[in-house]
């Protein structure tokens, strides 16, 4: 059981000793909830919050934000000193003193072993990215994509990681979330956005600079010439490289309609094709272009379809 004593002097009078039990609370808020005959769902859907942020609360792993004591205790149909005291009919005429405490316990309780988690996930993500950052700007090293890819990809699930920790844990209401959720997506698209340029714009690239505009000819002559690994790179990689672009222009930029999305992608990956041969870093291939926009547009078309039955489920 969870007691915490507080002692204030209030101005010239006795010493105030409140008792807050955060067992109690959460044990009241499931009985009133039983009360009104609702479920965690609806309640939550009350407070514009989780289901489980109302599992933790009645089950004493989390206390519900200060924010959230009057829209939680007006959903219970009870006054907010009775929601701190875990009683009914049992008021305080310190309820300003009962909101410093609770917050003050509340606060107490947030740094615990799951917050050091998030802490050690973002610290192990931006170690992992400054090691990337590091053997990349070195001239002396050189490293294939797939290391390069690998790295990136393991700092990006240390920062999801993290946050989905943070989330679960401390963060309540829906809109929280999301923005919890955004925040991810920009930190790993800026990461995405580093090895992208790394790839192709600053590459270092060997071959005679030229062109082809010829659609399919240097997809033929790979298939036909080429090693298993310049496949992968050539053809593969241009399919791949370019659909985590597609994921965040529909997650994070929220450009929707397919026609506007395929006129953006096309545009940046023409840009993409002639900054490369402009600046001497690659080949202007029309087949890139074909095989990067038709990947981009393929996952589109799954991404879209798969979140639209899942909404209509």
Request: hydrophobic share 50%.
């Amino acid at each position: 059981m969870v007691r915490i004593i507080i002692a204030k002097k209030i101005m010239n009078v006795d010493w105030l000793v409140i008792i807050m039990d955060l067992n109690k609370i959460s044990n009241f808020i499931k009985l009133k909830r039983k009360e009104l005959g609702i479920t965690q769902n609806e309640l939550a859907e009350k407070l514009s919050v989780t289901e489980k942020a109302i599992s933790r609360w009645e089950t004493g792993r989390g206390t519900p934000d200060i924010s959230l004591l009057l829209p939680l205790s007006k959903a219970l149909n009870v006054d907010v000193s009775e929601l701190l005291n875990g009683e009914e009919n049992k008021k305080s005429q310190n309820e300003v003193e009962q909101l410093i405490e609770y917050n003050e316990i509340t606060k107490a309780n947030k740094y615990n072993f799951q917050y050091k988690l998030t802490i050690f996930f973002y610290v192990l993500s931006i170690l992992t990215f400054l090691f990337y950052l590091r053997f990349e700007y070195n001239p002396n090293i050189e490293v294939n994509y797939f290391i390069q890819l690998l790295i990136i990809v393991i700092a990006s699930i240390f920062i999801i990681v993290g946050n989905k920790i943070y989330s679960n844990y401390y963060v309540e209401k829906i809109e929280d979330k999301k923005k919890v959720s955004k925040l991810s997506h920009i930190i790993v698209f800026i990461y995405y956005v580093i090895l992208l340029f790394n790839m192709v714009f600053f590459a270092r690239y060997n071959s005679i600079v030229s062109y082809n505009l010829i659609p399919f000819k240097s997809i033929i002559e790979t298939l036909r010439n080429g090693t298993t690994y310049s496949i992968i790179i050539n053809i593969f990689g241009n399919f791949l490289i370019f659909i985590p672009l597609e994921y965040f222009l529909i997650e994070l930029f929220k450009v929707k309609k397919f026609l506007i999305n395929f006129i953006i992608s096309l545009g940046i990956i023409i840009l993409v094709e002639l900054f490369q041969y402009i600046f001497k870093v690659g080949v202007l291939d029309i087949d890139d272009l074909i095989l990067s926009v038709f990947g981009m547009m393929l996952f589109y078309t799954i991404f879209t379809k798969i979140k639209k039955d899942d909404k209509s489920l």
